[in-house]
Nanobody
Framework: QLQLVESGGGLVQPGGSLRLSCAAS????????IGWLRQAPGKEREGVSC????????DYADSVKGQFNISRDNAKNTVYLQMNSLKLEDTAIYYC????????????????????WGQGTQVTVSS
């Protein structure tokens, strides 16, 4: 059974940091583009960051460039999202998602491109 499990969310003060993890079971992440997407209350799900199969290419939404960093450890079958200098507007449920074949330039455009999803992890930024 293909499964993605996110962890690492929580409550953090503005300016703080969190590292999210996305662990896969039942399949190998090596052959998949991985995206991190988030959904805030009352808003549509949006792409935050994505990483290519080999990890050589990454992309970020303009709102998080210079603030978030995506990485992958294929040996551990895990992808990470390091989030620094967190802001109130970063509050959302964060999901990781995987797709085997995707033009990398599309990886932030449409959540429907991803067939495999985790259950999400809540990130709350609050003072």
């Amino acid at each position: 059974q293909l499964q993605l499990v996110e962890s690492g969310g929580g409550l953090v003060q503005p300016g703080g940091s969190l590292r999210l993890s996305c662990a896969a079971s039942g399949f190998t992440l090596d052959y998949h583009v991985i995206g991190w997407l988030r959904q805030a209350p009352g808003k549509e799900r949006e792409g935050v960051s994505c990483i290519s199969r080999g990890g050589g290419f990454t992309d970020y939404a303009d709102s998080v460039k210079g603030q978030f960093n995506i990485s992958r450890d294929n040996a551990k079958n895990t992808v990470y999202l390091q989030m620094n200098s967190l802001k109130l507007e970063d509050t959302a449920i964060y999901y990781c998602a995987a797709v085997r074949h995707l033009l990398f330039s599309r990886c932030l455009r449409d959540a429907k491109d991803y067939p495999y999803w985790g259950q999400g992890t809540q990130v709350t930024v609050s003072s």
